[in-house]
């Protein structure tokens, strides 16, 4: 199991503390927030990270590898962050994450370590993250059936039929990431569909037979971050044992 972490974006909205530093390396307490991410994977078992960068790539890039000396990481560059969007950088992971079991992540999350753990623990090979609140449009809902494999997810799906959010952590087996490239090499080479969120594979995967479990963390902490005013509530949420 390697993680393959998503890091290419800009954040705009969360200017100006962005201005100079790339959202994953704003810090909560004294750690960052991918600090805090590497942590709790490292913690969990897992020692082989794949990084996709883009923006202010090599403070990232510095920051890992003077922080973590004795761990395997690749560093897949997304030059045209700025005009595309977080499928392209999945679909840039292909040599490390084809054909392999991952855990893939958002760079940008903040998060109680035991999900990860909880993630890792499950027997099925797919499992997606959901967090259960009070969703609006922004939100990527997910809708699931009565066994909890998801039927659906998207930012434009029902809100009231939605089980809850993704929290941006899914578990792939090797057969589901063998049918996303497929997926995503039609939808990059043919589609030019560069600009979408991932979760418009995982929706296509739905209806060739590929879909996740889910795992409900909403007991555990966590917190959206993608503004200024989230970092100032994040200070004031986030656990004392956790900051």
Not at 83 to 90: A, M, P
Not at 133 to 149: Q, S
């Amino acid at each position: 199991m390697k993680a393959v972490i998503l890091a290419a974006g800009m954040a705009s909205r969360l200017r100006p503390l962005t201005n100079n530093t790339p959202k994953c390396l704003l810090k909560v307490g004294e750690r960052s927030l991918l600090q805090r991410s590497m942590d709790a994977l490292i913690m969990s078992g897992i020692h082989e990270f794949v990084f996709v960068t883009g923006y202010l790539h090599g403070m990232i890039e510095d920051f890992v590898s003077s922080t973590y000396k004795d761990i395997e990481c690749t560093f897949i560059h997304n030059d045209v962050y700025e005009t595309t969007n977080n499928i392209y950088s999945l679909w840039l992971a292909r040599p490390k994450a084809e054909n392999e079991d991952i855990l893939l992540l958002d760079s940008d999350l903040l998060y109680d370590p035991q999900i990860i753990a909880r993630v890792l623990s499950q027997k099925e090979d797919n499992v997606l993250t959901l967090i259960r609140h009070e969703l609006g449009e922004e939100e990527m809902k997910v809708v699931v059936d009565a066994k909890g494999t998801i039927t659906e997810i998207s930012k434009t799906c029902s809100s009231s039929q939605a089980a809850g959010e993704s929290l941006g952590i899914e578990k792939m087996g090797k057969a589901y990431t063998s049918a996303l490239y497929k997926e995503l090499e039609h939808m990059m080479n043919e589609e030019h569909l560069e600009n979408v969120f991932y979760e418009r594979a995982f929706e296509r995967l739905i209806e060739q037979g590929h879909s996740f479990c889910v795992l409900d963390v909403s007991d555990l902490f966590s917190c959206e971050l993608d503004t200024v005013e989230d970092f100032e509530t994040a200070k004031q949420k986030i656990p004392a044992e956790l900051f």
